[in-house]
């Protein structure tokens, strides 16, 4: 039995989060002793991590005294503001490295299952005959220095990206500085069966009104998912003349700020955080149709997950959209921009009978791809 160690952060709502979860419940506990680290615990999906799964929390900063974190911190402040140009975790890390011991524990394989602060524990902290490192974002254009990241992904056997693209945006970084990395793409474990199931559950919110044009966006709400460019096409589609009730389920840093751009166009009511909700697919299900507003994905989970309950989707024009949806014929696919995600949310209203071709296609799309990446993670992992 092979001893595997999954690192991330913690199980709050996001896309590599739920891919690891979705991960954990269809893995073979008779071959594999499995461990989990966190550091930050409580997240929404820690609650579904299977029993067989040994769950490790260590809380960031534990043991450390209040002067010494207290330094930490502000030279963290200042790396971010004043040092180069990086990604927060890479200062973190630079930063706050020295704080965290090694891991007691000795592994068969050890993965980290994003990038940034999981992949830099696994690569100084734990020891393991393999080591693992997957990528689930554009890594350029999520800010991280490749020239930092150099010694850290040297400690890799293998580096998993989500999608060719991702991949490809990993490569085209680590090449500019002549490192030749081996990237496999593996995309992320979807449960169709899990996600049907649980879209049929009744929907006990009155948020949505069939009187209105009921539009549903899920992520965590970061920049990445260019929420302002929901709010001002929802703008552009009420002076239309349209009557829209746009949900977005997902909570994270950016809630401030999109409460107040909300105000400032005076969409309340009509353009509605509502958090984060252990079952989104209930809301994907009743809704009338799907919106992505992303300026970049690794993956796209939340657009495959409204692709498999058949959803009509408009989507920004982010790298992997087109391996996801075909334009015109599952879906629609748009300029990154306000007006054309309006004119196509516009499109789906005023065509039923389009909208309609559109959900038979998917209804005749095979969408599942959980057999083929579980059976690529065994062989990843020699199982």
């Not at 939340?302 to 989707?313: C, R, T, V």
């Amino acid at each position: 039995m092979k001893k595997v160690v999954f690192v991330i952060e913690s199980l709050r709502c996001g896309g590599a989060e739920k891919s690891l979860v979705t991960l954990l419940n269809n893995l073979d506990y008779s071959k594999l002793k499995v461990d989990l680290i966190l550091f930050n615990e409580g997240g929404e999906f820690e609650k579904m991590v299977p029993e067989q799964v040994n769950l490790i929390n260590k809380k960031l900063f534990r043991n450390i005294g209040f002067v010494i974190k207290l330094v930490g911190k502000i030279n963290f402040f200042i790396l971010r503001k004043f040092g180069k140009k990086k990604h927060n975790a890479q200062h973190f890390w630079d930063v706050f490295k020295r704080l965290f011991d090694k891991h007691s524990r000795n592994y068969d394989i050890a993965i980290a299952y994003n990038q940034g602060f999981a992949t830099y524990y696994v690569a100084d902290k734990i020891e393991a005959s393999k080591k693992i490192a997957w990528v689930n974002t554009d890594y350029q254009k999520a800010g991280y220095n490749a020239l930092s990241d150099i010694d850290i992904y040297k400690n890799y056997d293998s580096i998993i990206a989500v999608s060719e693209e991702s991949k490809a945006s990993f490569l085209a970084a680590f090449n500019k500085l002549l490192l030749k990395v081996d990237v496999i793409v593996i995309q992320d474990i979807l449960d169709d069966e899990s996600i049907k199931k649980m879209a049929d559950l009744p929907l006990l919110s009155t948020t949505f009104n069939p009187k209105l044009v009921n539009i549903l966006t899920v992520g965590r709400l970061v920049e990445a998912k260019g929420y302002p460019l929901a709010i001002d096409a929802c703008k552009i589609l009420i002076n239309m003349g349209y009557q829209i009730n746009w949900c977005v389920i997902g909570e994270g840093k950016e809630r401030g700020n999109l409460e107040a751009l909300i105000k400032e166009n005076k969409l309340e009511g009509s353009f509605n955080l509502l958090g984060f909700k252990e079952n989104p697919y209930v809301y994907m299900k009743a809704c009338d149709i799907y919106v992505q507003s992303s300026l970049f994905e690794g993956f796209g989970l939340s657009l495959f997950e409204a692709l498999i309950l058949n959803k009509p989707i408009v989507t920004s024009n982010f790298s992997t959209a087109s391996t996801i949806i075909s334009h015109n014929e599952t879906g629609l696919i748009c300029e990154m921009n306000s007006e054309a995600i309006a004119n196509n949310i516009k499109y789906f209203i005023d065509n039923p009978d389009f909208k309609n071709k559109i959900i038979d296609n998917l209804l005749i799309k095979d969408s599942g791809n959980n057999k083929n990446t579980l059976e690529q993670f065994y062989q990843l992992i020699n199982i």
